[in-house]
């Protein structure tokens, strides 16, 4: 009989997969959690058509759990919602787990798969397969531009301060903007050994790379604002909503956004909801501290702005204030009436 039950390719199977680069390695299990089959494959079209073929072949598939769905388990993540498998993410193992039973990539499969059948995963992951993953994409490039510009700039004045003093009172007093145009126009001299000729000729080669990030970052702002403005016009509509916020926003709900399924979900999503730290007769909560930190970020831009701006906020501001709640006590409030405001609006434009 357990024979039979084993051989059966009707009954329902679980797998996890622990993602690396080259390759992957996917195990099964069946309803009770018992490995069936461990085997690895190869992190390419095929391999991940392999895989999920493999997976099949031993019963009737439910769910598949991937560690690393947003990295290396990306393109294998595509592919099974693309072959309509319910994928679910997964964290890395349990610590303490680790330390008793050892750590290798076919027992971290096998968690997965046992972890996607307990319902311990993380939750449904993105798709990755849409506009906001353009978005994503593109400011991943804008903020290393962003980064490298600042760094080039504080190189520029770091050489300022320490060149020969009449290069120094030229040029430290000069705004960024001027500063830019005249070190990079300057024409240095040939004496390479000189540190005035070297310092111009550093100074103009900085100002010439901050002049092509600013330029990229630029036409990344245009990719941005194109995409975003065609994804979410409704989003960007609402008060103290920019580009950048609703970027930040979009790139944290992803292209699938009926994994959210509450607002509660969305404000837990963004790290604003505040969690229970209860015990016995006490009965409190404490501030969330995990979440998508970009996300929540943006939600703080949006409260400032309106706390600057917005009529009702502030008159919010000044009642709570009066009730006895710090400004960051308030601040936390609103990122969270916030979030509740936005999660229809941001779910309803990524539907349509």
Same mark, same amino acid.
Not at 120 to 141: F, M, Q
């Given at each position: 009989?357990?024979?039979?039950?084993?051989?059966?390719?009707?009954?329902?199977?679980?797998?996890?997969?622990?993602? $690396?680069?080259?390759?992957?390695?996917?195990?099964?299990?069946?309803?009770?959690?018992?490995?069936i089959a461990v085997a690895a494959f190869a992190t390419t079209a095929a391999g991940y058509a392999q895989l999920l073929a493999w997976l099949r072949s031993h019963g009737t598939l439910e769910r598949v759990g991937v560690e690393g769905t947003g990295s290396w388990g990306a393109g294998l993540t595509r592919?099974? $919602?693309?072959?309509? =498998?319910?994928?679910?993410? %997964?964290?890395?193992?349990? +610590?303490?787990?680790?330390?008793?039973?050892?750590?290798?990539?076919?027992?971290?499969?096998?968690?997965?798969?046992?972890?996607?059948?307990?319902?311990?995963?993380?939750? =449904?992951?993105?798709?990755?397969?849409?506009?906001?993953?353009?978005?994503?994409?593109?400011?991943?490039?804008?903020?290393?531009?962003?980064?490298?510009?600042?760094?080039?700039?504080?190189?520029?004045?770091?050489?300022?301060?320490?060149?020969?003093?009449?290069?120094?009172?030229?040029?430290?007093? &000069?705004?960024?903007?001027?500063?830019?145009?005249?070190?990079?126009?300057? +024409?240095?001299?040939?004496?390479?050994?000189?540190?005035?000729?070297?310092?111009?000729?550093?100074?103009?080669?900085?100002?010439?790379?901050?002049?092509?990030?600013?330029?990229? %970052?630029?036409?990344?702002? #245009?990719?941005?604002?194109?995409?975003?403005?065609?994804?979410?016009?409704?989003? %960007?509509?609402?008060?103290?909503?920019? %580009?950048?916020?609703?970027?930040?926003?979009?790139?944290?709900?992803?292209?699938?956004?009926?994994?959210?399924?509450?607002?509660?979900?969305?404000?837990?999503?963004?790290?604003? #909801?505040? &969690?229970?730290?209860?015990?016995?007769?006490?009965?409190?909560? +404490?501030?969330?501290?995990?979440?998508?930190?970009?996300?929540?970020?943006?939600?703080?831009?949006?409260?400032?702005? +309106?706390?600057?701006?917005?009529?009702?906020?502030? #008159?919010?501001?000044?009642?709570?204030?009066?009730?006895?709640?710090?400004?960051?006590?308030?601040?936390?409030?609103?990122?969270?009436?916030?979030?509740?405001?936005?999660?229809?609006?941001?779910?309803?434009?990524?539907?349509?």
């Amino acid at each position: 009989m357990a024979e039979a039950m084993l051989s059966d390719s009707t009954r329902p199977v679980t797998g996890g997969v622990d993602t $690396h680069k080259d390759t992957h390695v996917a195990a099964v299990v069946d309803h009770l959690g018992t490995q069936i089959a461990v085997a690895a494959f190869a992190t390419t079209a095929a391999g991940y058509a392999q895989l999920l073929a493999w997976l099949r072949s031993h019963g009737t598939l439910e769910r598949v759990g991937v560690e690393g769905t947003g990295s290396w388990g990306a393109g294998l993540t595509r592919h099974l $919602h693309q072959a309509d =498998v319910a994928v679910i993410e %997964i964290n890395r193992p349990n +610590r303490q787990t680790r330390r008793r039973t050892g750590k290798s990539d076919p027992l971290d499969a096998l968690a997965a798969a046992r972890a996607a059948l307990g319902g311990l995963g993380a939750g =449904v992951p993105k798709t990755c397969d849409g506009p906001v993953e353009s978005i994503r994409t593109l400011r991943i490039a804008r903020r290393s531009a962003m980064t490298s510009r600042t760094k080039t700039m504080n190189q520029i004045r770091a050489i300022i301060d320490t060149a020969p003093t009449a290069q120094r009172d030229r040029f430290r007093d &000069l705004k960024p903007a001027q500063l830019i145009k005249t070190i990079t126009r300057s +024409r240095p001299g040939l004496d390479i050994a000189d540190p005035a000729t070297a310092a111009a000729r550093t100074l103009r080669l900085l100002g010439q790379r901050w002049q092509f990030l600013t330029a990229q %970052i630029d036409e990344l702002d #245009n990719h941005l604002e194109t995409v975003i403005t065609a994804t979410a016009p409704n989003l %960007i509509a609402v008060r103290c909503v920019g %580009i950048d916020t609703a970027a930040a926003l979009l790139v944290a709900a992803g292209d699938n956004p009926h994994r959210l399924e509450t607002e509660a979900a969305f404000a837990a999503l963004c790290g604003v #909801n505040p &969690l229970p730290a209860s015990s016995g007769r006490t009965q409190q909560h +404490r501030l969330n501290r995990g979440g998508n930190r970009d996300a929540n970020n943006a939600l703080w831009r949006i409260v400032m702005s +309106r706390m600057s701006h917005d009529q009702r906020t502030r #008159n919010y501001v000044a009642r709570r204030t009066t009730e006895g709640l710090s400004k960051r006590e308030i601040i936390r409030c609103l990122k969270r009436y916030v979030a509740r405001e936005l999660h229809p609006i941001l779910t309803a434009d990524l539907t349509t």
